[in-house]
Each structure stands twice: as C-alpha cells, then as structure tokens.
C-alpha cells in the first residue's frame, strides 16, 4: 500500500512510520511530506492508496487542507489526523470527503490498520456503486425511446418498435385508435388517471411533461413506470396537426436509485446495516431507553481464525463464510435488533431494548453457538469460532462510539480469555488495555534499541548426569519496567504480529550462539528454540530457518525447533511438508508442552518430529496426584514404543527427577539441574559437564 503522509510533526510522523512498518499485515511505502504545497507536487507526481492528512499544517488548515487534497487526488481515499477530540470538526471532515479520521494520541497500532484498511474498503466500494450507476446511466441513455405520433383528434398515426413493446399493441392494430384506449397511464401514488395535455397555437412550442411517478398500463394490464414528454405538431401555418409522445420504461432507473440509497446504508458483501446505518440506530436506541425505562446492548463479534481460512481456501470462500455467519446472526436477534458488519470479520450487534443484561448473555451465547456450527462452503465443511465482548447503556457509555469501543475491548479480553467465548465490558478493561498498549509500544523500542537477551536451560541425560543441549529463552530487561516476564509480554507480541521480528532475533542469537560454543570445543549437542504458532504459520518461516543456518553456519543437525501441538495439527497439510524440509536437512523438532493440548501420539506420529516434551503441569503432581503419575509414565512408554525421545521439562525436586530416570524417561530439565543462566556461565556448565545433581 502507497501512503502519503502530511504531517508537519517529525515526531508524530515516525510513531505512524514506526506502527506501519511494524504491523506485520500488507507491505507498506510510506512518503512523508510537511505541508500542502509538497503534497499537492507529490500526489501530481506519483500514485498513491492513502493519504493520511494532519488537518493543522502550517500552509492549510481545517476544511480547505481536505479540500486542496481532494482537488489534488480526487479518487484517493483520505484519512484525517487531528490533534483535537472535536466531533464537529471530525463531521466536517467527513462532509468533505474523508473516509475516516484519528485522533492524536489516541493512536494505536491495531486502531491505525483498521481504520486505513476499512478506508480503502470504503473507498473501493463507493467507487464500485458510482461505477454501477455509471453503468447503469450510460445504458439508460443508449435504449431506444418509445415514440407514438396522433392526429388532430388525438387517435394514433404511428408506432416505433420500442412504443410497440412498451404498450402491448402493434402499429396495425393502434392506429386509428384514441390514445385514450391504448395510452392508459396512472399516478402511482393516487391511482388516477394522467391526461396528456398537448400545447396549442400561440404557445411557446416547448414540449410538456407528465407529472413524476407516472406508471404505463400495458395492453396485457402489467404496469410499466415512465417519463414522457409530448409536444404539438403544427403545420406551416401555425395550426395544429397532431402530436408526438415520447415516453420512456423507467424501472431500471427507479431500481437503481433504489439499490443506490441502500448501498448507501449497508455492507456490499452480506448486505447488512454498514457502520453509517448503526451508529444512527444506535444514537435512536439511546434516546429511546429512558422513556421505555430499557437499557441498550452492544456486542462486538470478531471471528477466531478467518485469515487462516481466508488465506488457505481464497478470498472467495471466505466471503461466502462472511455471508453464512451474517445470516446465522440475523438469525439470531429480533427485527427490532441491528446486526451490522464493520468490515473484515467483525460484526456489531445492537439490542435495542433489554430489559436485564442476562438476556443479553443469552443472546451471545446463542450468537456463538449459531457461528461454530459447520458451514458448508464450496464443498468444504468449515469451522470457525467468534469472540463478542459487550458493553451496555448507560452503564457503559452514553453514546454510540464509546458503546462501540468498550465492546471491542471486551471483546479482546474474551480472546484472552480462550476465544470462543462472551465478555462484558469492565472499567478495569481500559486499564488493562493502556497497559497492554504501553507493552507492545515498549516490544517495539525494545527490539531497536537491544534490549532483549538470550538465556540457557540445560537438558541433562538422566542416566549420564551429562548436559546434552539447551534450550534458549528469551529475556527482557526494559529501562523503566526492569525486568519483564515473558508471561506478560509474549501474549502482547503474539497479539501484535510482533512475535515474528523478536522470533527471528532469537533464533539468530541461539544459533550464533551454539557456533561459538561448537568452535572452542565446548560439548553442546543441540540448541533448542521454541517457535510459536504465529512464527511457524508465517509463509516466510521455513526460508527464514534456511537464512539464518546459512548465514551462522551452524550445523543444521545441533538445532532443535520446539512447536505445541496446537500449532502442529491445526494446520497439519502446511506443517507435515515444512518438518519434512526440516528434517531432510538435519534440522530435529521437539513438541513442546506435551498433553495440554491434542495429546494424540498416533496423530503426531504423521509428522518428522524427534522427541516429546512432557509439560511441566504433570511433572510437578509426580507423588502428589496418582492420576498425574500414571500419565507421566503412559506417555513415556508410547512415546518409546513410537522411538521418540521424551524429555522431561519443570523437574524441580530429586523426587521427580528420580522417579523419570526409573520410568526410562531420557532427559530432563529444569530447575533442580539449573535454572536458565546467561551464556557465560552456561560455558561454565559446560566446562563443568557432568551435572553433579544426584538423582538416586
């Protein structure tokens, strides 16, 4: 996407550089220019997208800086940057033009991308309804008028072709005839009969027309709406000879209005209430529910998983999918209800009148049960889940935008929350939203400016004491925060996309790493990175291991990539051929957290995978939960009988280190060996290899 951004703020303009270069969604060239007049020269020079426009330059202020843009680049969309929360002068933005406008300092990153995406959506679809109605004119100026010729007395003299089949009667059989009798046309509105009034000597000779809304009854009684116009034949000496009728079908026009005013107010795809059409019914909700004593519901809808869908099966299938859950939800609500898309895969709900707000409970969960029902689409049974989240009035904002925006915060933490599930919209939210904002801002600092490290956990051979590998683990240590624990901020960095960047870093320091220790000799077997499933989805993944191996020159066979199951079987085609690749090369794989997820160890035996990884919630009950134990033990012996190694992980006492080596588990790590240490003292570990910890 070209972007041209006019902001005479260098530091506002590099926070936006900063959140679009960083999005991680569709390649981004942005120009930045600081006034108008530069403006005006590039948008005449280049083509661009988007214009992202600060409406307080120092050469164009307010509704004449959109105007200069508009008249520069008329068929661009236009985003509006004010450092003000001025509704009115945001309305005069849109009146003017623009697709959408942001507020300083109240931009963030995901905010910034929705609103640049849902822009060009908007502009591309006004584009297709003003070609539509281009169309639809140019076909109506091309279609053959009716013409009907009479006498002096008014009876029929001729036909066209076109007048034959607009009145139901042939040129033989009309003339002769009155007009009145093959000519029957009525007011739509009041059913009466229309007289066609002719101009007489004397008058100015200007054609007539009939009043608007006139219909034409056909020979056969169908109904035909028309425009006409009728003008007075006189001969050379001014007197009058006849008539001549020319009239026209006009229901393609008339539909076509029709059709234009509702694109206007709904979405081009599923034909649902646009954003437009919602915020006015929420806005009459609002001043409804205190004379009817209800309260009024918002609930944000956005899909689990669409973009794998989308990208896997093509955009067509996605759309048909969009079309299936639209009608499910419609399904869903009352017809005093607004179901409304937004755009992509969100959808905004509006219950008007609610009584108590477990009824709008009930109806969330009625919405997620509707949408994880298969849907067959193109022969494909697809499944997909949503998150909603919920915010009411008054309790919850007393208008439509801060109803809207607490509903899609609630709606993210229903994400957090496992996804497929409801929340209600709580205060604390925006805390925890501001934090989490501050989060990825700082994520986004952190990886210029070095302030991650790498640590080691060793794997140690339960039976030799020997260390046989680590495992890198990602650490950050921010100037203002200090330390930050990766349960805090992985989420954030997986949320954001930004976990593809900071992965890539980390499996460049391991394998750097790994390297040195090989070259003085140090006896590491194998270095092992964990990969999430964001990373591994990434179509660059697999090039991106091939890069960093070559550019480290790292022996292939001494890296280990860590994946969940999760990540593995949910996309099991993709991954089955990228851990072939990988293994072919040398390159072993580990399942990561084993039994939390799938745990199907004759499903995971389709995939090139070396060794399970037994996750630390069973390790932790051995001797305190039969249940737990036996599991353990399970696993580890199908595991052998499948000749995959199992590593044990979060072994912190003898007991359970004791108990693995006699159920013939054969590595473990955690902290009763070591915790993860920096890279010196883990060349230390390994100078000092064996592991002096006693098992029995």
Known sequence: MRILLVEDNLGDARLLREMLSEAHTH???????????????????????????????????????????????????????????????????????????????EIETRGLIRALRYAVERKSMQSAVFAEKERAQATLNCIGDAVACTDNAGNITFLNEAAEKMTGWSLLEATGRSMAETFVILDATTRRLVSLEVATPGEERSASSMPPNCILIRRDGFEVPIEDSVSAIFDQDGNAEGAVIVF????????????????????????????????????????????????????????????????????????????????????????????????GDEFVVLLSEVEIPDNTDITARRMLHAVAEPHTINQHQ??????????????????????????????????????????????????????????????????????????????????????????????????????????????????????VPIGNWVLRQACIQAK?????????????????????????????????LEETNLDPTCLE?????????????????????????????????????????SYLRKFAIDSLKIDQSFIHQIGASTEETTIVTAVIGMARGLNLKVVAEGVETRQQAAFLLDSQCDEAQGYYFSRPVAPQEFAKLLRENPMDRRVH
Not at 261 to 275: C, E, I, V
Not at 584 to 598: E, I, K
């Open 382 to 499: 697809l499944h997909i889940t949503a998150s909603i989240g919920t915010s009411v009035y008054p309790d919850d904002g007393l208008d439509a935008e801060t109803l809207i925006k607490n509903a899609d915060t609630a709606m993210y933490q229903a994400k957090e929350n496992g996804r497929n599930s409801s929340q209600f919209f709580k205060s604390a939210m925006n805390v925890r939203a501001v934090q989490r904002q501050g989060i990825e801002e700082s994520l986004r600092v952190a990886l210029k400016r070095e302030e991650f490290s790498v640590h080691y956990q060793p794997k140690v051979n339960l039976v030799t004491q020997e260390i046989t590998g680590a495992e890198a683990l990602l650490r950050w240590t921010n100037p203002v925060r200090g330390s930050v624990s990766p349960v805090e901020f992985i989420p954030v960095a997986e949320d954001s996309g930004l976990i």
């Open 561 to 601: 990539l860590e994946l969940t199951e999760s990540a593995l079987i949910k996309h099991a085609e993709a991954a089955g051929s990228i851990l072939k690749t990988l293994r072919h090369l040398g390159v072993q794989v580990a399942v990561d957290d084993f039994g939390t997820g799938y745990s199907s160890l």
């Open 248 to 343: 026209r079908d006009v229901s393609a026009a008339r539909a076509m209005s029709g059709q234009m005013l509702r694109l206007a107010k709904h979405d081009f795809l599923t034909g649902l209430p646009n954003r437009m059409t919602l915020y006015d019914r929420i806005d009459q909700a609002i001043s409804l529910a205190p004379r009817h004593q209800k309260r009024v519901a918002v609930l944000f809808l956005d899909l689990d998983g669409f973009k794998h869908i989308n990208d896997s099966l093509g955009h067509s299938t996605g759309d048909k999918l969009l079309q299936s859950i639209a009608k499910r939800l419609v399904d869903c609500v009352r017809s005093s209800d607004t179901v409304s898309r937004q755009g």
């Open 27 to 105: 390649p981004t060239e942005l120009s930045h220019v600081t006034s108008m007049l530069e403006a005006e020269y590039y948008l005449e020079s280049k083509p661009f997208d988007l214009i992202l426009l600060d409406i307080g330059l120092p050469d164009a202020q307010g509704a004449p800086a959109i105007l200069r843009a508009r008249k520069a680049a008329p068929n661009v969309p236009l985003v509006v940057l004010t450092g003000y929360d001025d509704t009115a002068l945001a309305s005069i933005a849109l009146q003017h033009g623009a697709q959408d406008y942001l507020i300083k300092g």
């Open 516 to 548: 040195q220790w090989k070259d003085v000799g140090l006896p590491i077997r194998n270095i092992a990175v964990n990969i999430s499933a964001i990373e591994f989805r990434n179509e660059a993944f697999l090039d991106g291991v091939l890069a960093i």
